[in-house]
T-cell receptor
């Protein structure tokens, strides 16, 4: 079962891009990478997911390395409202997510 | 769409009392999940249902915990008897079959057992 490694915390200036890395070196070929975030006192919120191609939606971009052992979530123009814990997830069984500790992103004015 | 609805949002009870947490999933979603979040253990999956049937309850901590889903629009998580170590935020999430495993979370129930 693939697990993930993320930095404990990161800082980002408001208006700049936030790049959040994730290591998932034991990922298997058919496992997707998911990103969720949890703003203080709220439920986790889905951001984006991908298999091997880069993905982009209205919230973020996901860059997955060619060997799929790591990925980066990019928030192109971070705002104060993006301050949250960001979870990189590789599901470890059908429908079962392992959330881990995540990265606390602090967006500063 | 109202999203996943949970009630109550906050619950304070005394040790030994029965606690019932409620969840209304997003209409049309086939999967329902119950999670628990604590500072020490993070976010843990307790149980999940597919089409109202419990599929995996391996995360339920002990027999004091039980979950039911009598119909597609309602689920309960019951703790009887409650203990102080059950204090946590309990989240319900639902997922539509057609979107793979993307899960949509409710706002959570913050439980404090004294």
């Amino acid at each position: 079962d693939a697990k993930t490694t993320q930095p404990t915390s990161m800082d980002c200036a408001e208006g700049r891009a936030a790049n959040l890395p994730c290591n998932h070196s034991t990922i298997s070929g058919n496992e997707y990478v998911y990103w969720y975030r949890q703003i203080h006192s709220q439920g986790p919120q889905y951001i984006i997911h991908g298999l091997k191609n880069n993905e982009t939606n209205e919230m973020a971009s996901l860059i997955i390395t060619e060997d799929r052992k790591s990925s980066t979530l990019i928030l192109p123009h971070a705002t104060l409202r993006d301050t949250a814990v960001y979870y990189c997830i590789v599901k470890y069984n059908f429908n079962k997510f392992y959330f881990g500790s995540g990265t606390k992103l602090n967006v500063k004015p | 769409d109202a999203g996943v609805i949970q009630s109550p949002r906050h619950e304070v009870t005394e040790m030994g009392q029965e606690v019932t947490l409620r969840c209304k999933p997003i209409s049309g979603h086939d999967y329902l999940f119950w999670y628990r979040q604590t500072m020490m253990r993070g976010l843990e999956l307790l149980i999940y249902f597919n089409n109202n049937v419990p599929i995996d309850d391996s995360g339920m901590p002990e027999d004091r915990f039980s979950a039911k889903m009598p119909n597609a629009s309602f689920s309960t998580l019951k703790i009887q008897p409650s203990e102080p170590r059950d204090s946590a935020v309990y989240f319900c999430a639902s997922s539509p079959h057609t979107s793979g495993e993307t899960q949509y979370f409710g706002p959570g129930t913050r439980l404090l057992v004294l």
